[in-house]
């Protein structure tokens, strides 16, 4: 992500053609098992956007995966050593555009010096549900985080809003084919 910021804020567009990096939102248990050997094997660059009030709690804000287990503090720390870079997803997956001022700044504030004690240096955001605000963005900013991404979005980096980041959801029951025509033409 940092790298990626930085380009988009220098303008050097030509720079981003062909670079990627990975995100994962909510900092699941099974990002261990799953995607971390292989963004290692590859070296690929990844962020997880961590809800850090929850570490080693269950998903419960989602009816969908309210069992599913959270990467507890150590295996946060076990990541960040391994190269992954960390991200806040709020103190409680919280939908900013929900929350009242002091509350908005309170989920921000706090999460941040959550991942600066967990090590990170940059301060990335991910807006929980996808939802934003240009009230929230503006908190995000102010609250001393370098960019925020959204979960879907065009992406036109000549007018990209470093606050507001439109990312490629892939999703388990994607396969590569559909996964390729998100940046092929249609007949290659
Ligand atoms: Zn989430």
Not at 57 to 84: F, P, T, Y
């Amino acid at each position: 992500m940092a790298a990626i910021v930085n380009l988009l804020k220098s303008g050097d567009y030509q720079s981003l053609k062909k670079k990627v990096t990975f995100t994962f939102d909510d900092g699941y248990r099974d990002f261990l098992t799953g995607a971390l050997p292989v963004l290692l094997r590859h070296k690929a660059p990844a962020t997880v956007f961590i809800v850090t009030g929850m570490l080693g709690e269950k998903a419960s804000w989602s009816g969908n995966s309210k069992h599913v287990q959270l990467m507890a503090e150590d295996e946060i720390r076990h990541i960040r050593a391994q190269g992954i870079a960390l991200g806040s997803h709020t103190m409680t997956h919280a939908d900013l555009t929900t929350l009242d001022q002091e509350e908005l700044y309170r989920q921000l504030k706090e999460s941040r010096a959550r991942l600066r004690d967990l090590g990170e240096s940059f301060y990335a955001f991910s807006y929980p549900w996808g939802q934003w605000s240009s009230q929230a963005s503006g908190a995000v900013k102010a609250s001393g985080y370098e960019c925020a991404v959204t979960v879907s979005g065009e992406i036109r980096p000549g007018r990209a809003d470093i606050y507001c980041l439109p990312r490629i959801t892939m999703r388990g029951d994607m396969d590569f084919k559909s996964f390729q025509a998100f940046f092929l033409p249609a007949d290659c």
